[in-house]
């Protein structure tokens, strides 16, 4: 018989919810567009979170959320 997607290490619906409203406040905050090389990277990064098992998502957010640093004008 085989494995479902869960029992294959696959998210779940609410998981995916979950990461999906991280990114999508991430990348309000960082002024990033979500199909951006920084946004891809945000993906990345919460995913691997994730899979260590960061699944919080006041977690999540806490590590990722924060506005990208402007450079300082010369």
């Given at each position: 018989m085989p494995k479902s997607v869960y029992d294959r290490g696959l998210?779940?619906?609410a998981?995916?919810?979950t990461l999906q409203?991280?990114?999508d406040e991430a990348c309000r905050r960082r002024e990033a567009h979500p199909e951006s090389t920084e946004a891809r990277e945000l993906a990345l990064t919460l995913l691997a979170l994730h899979n260590a098992g960061m699944v919080e998502?006041?977690?999540?957010?806490e590590v990722v959320g924060f506005r990208?640093?402007?450079?300082k004008s010369a």
């Open positions: 998210l779940k619906p998981e995916v919810a409203r991280v990114f998502e006041d977690m999540l957010m990208r640093l402007e450079p």
